[in-house]
C-alpha cells in the first residue's frame, strides 16, 4: 500500500492486483489514503496465465497503454532447507518467480503490441544475494528472479524497454515484521545483520520504487538497486 500510496501522490494511475476479494482491497487502499481515482483493482492469482493476461487487457481497457509493470509478489515459508517439503518449494517458486515472468512477459508483450518503451521492475530482496538462515526456496527463489530480470533486460534492450529489480532489506512490515514480533531468533539475527540497526521501514522502499519510475532512472537496465541498511554489505556468521 505505501508503494501504491506514493507513486500515485505524485501521478500515477495504477491497476493494482492480490488476492484479496475487492471489497477488502478497496478498504485497505482507502485505509491507506490512496487516491481511488488513480487505481484500479483487479482480483487475481498472478501464477496462472488467465489471471495475468486478465489483468493486462484490464490495466490498458482503464488507463490505456501500461508504461511501467511492478513484479511484486511474494511469499516466504520458513524452516530449514532440509526439512523443507517439495511441496513448499514449489509453491514459493509459483508465487515469487513463476508470477514475475508470466507478469514480465506479459506487460513487455503489451508494451511492444503499444509501441511503448516502457520498463519492468522485479522486487527481489537482499538475501538473493546472501543467504539467510531458515528461508532457502525463498532466497534462491530471488536470485532467480534477478537472473530472469537481466535476461529481460538484455534480450527487450533493442526496443527500449528496460528491466531491474529493487531489493529491500528487513522491512517492519508483514511477514518479516510478524516473525520479528514473534520469533526471539529471527530478532535477534536481524539486529545483528543490519549495519545500520534498525528495521527498514516501507516508506523507504516506496522512495526507492518512486526513483526507479521517475525519469532519474533513465539509464539504469539490467541493475538492482539495493536498498537495506547495509545487510548485503557481509555475510553474517
Excluded at 534498525?198 to 536498498?227: H, W
Aim: glycine fraction near 8%; charged fraction near 15%; include cysteine.
Amino acid at each position: 500500500m505505501h508503494i501504491v500510496k506514493k507513486l500515485t501522490d505524485h501521478g500515477a494511475r495504477m491497476t493494482v492486483n492480490d488476492i484479496l476479494e475487492p471489497n477488502e482491497a478497496q478498504q485497505h487502499l482507502q485505509t491507506a489514503g490512496v487516491n481511488m481515482a488513480a487505481v484500479h483493482y483487479v482480483q487475481g492469482d498472478l501464477t496462472q496465465p488467465e489471471a495475468v493476461n486478465h489483468l493486462i487487457t484490464e490495466a490498458r481497457a482503464t488507463f490505456g497503454p501500461i508504461h511501467i509493470a511492478l513484479c511484486h509478489v511474494g511469499v516466504v515459508l520458513p524452516g530449514p532447507l532440509i526439512d523443507a517439503s517439495l511441496a513448499n518449494w514449489e509453491q514459493t517458486y509459483a508465487v515469487n518467480a513463476r508470477s514475475a515472468f508470466l507478469l514480465g512477459q506479459a506487460a513487455a508483450r503489451a508494451m511492444l503490441a503499444d509501441g511503448v518503451q516502457g520498463q519492468l521492475i522485479f522486487t527481489s530482496s537482499w538475501v538473493a544475494q546472501v543467504p539467510w538462515p531458515e528461508i532457502g526456496p525463498y532466497s534462491s527463489s530471488k536470485a532467480a528472479m534477478n537472473q530472469l530480470m537481466r535476461t529481460f533486460a538484455r534480450e527487450l534492450a533493442p526496443q527500449g524497454i528496460r528491466a531491474n529489480a529493487i531489493a529491500p532489506g528487513i522491512v517492519g512490515v508483514g511477514m518479516a515484521k510478524r516473525q520479528w514480533d514473534t520469533d526471539p531468533s529471527y530478532q535477534a539475527r536481524a539486529r545483528k545483520a543490519i549495519p545500520l540497526g534498525f528495521l527498514q521501514s516501507p516508506e523507504t522502499v516506496a522512495d526507492a520504487f518512486l526513483c526507479m519510475c521517475s525519469p532519474a532512472s533513465a539509464y539504469m537496465t539490467g541493475s538492482v538497486l539495493t536498498v537495506d541498511g547495509g545487510g548485503s554489505l557481509y555475510s553474517m556468521d
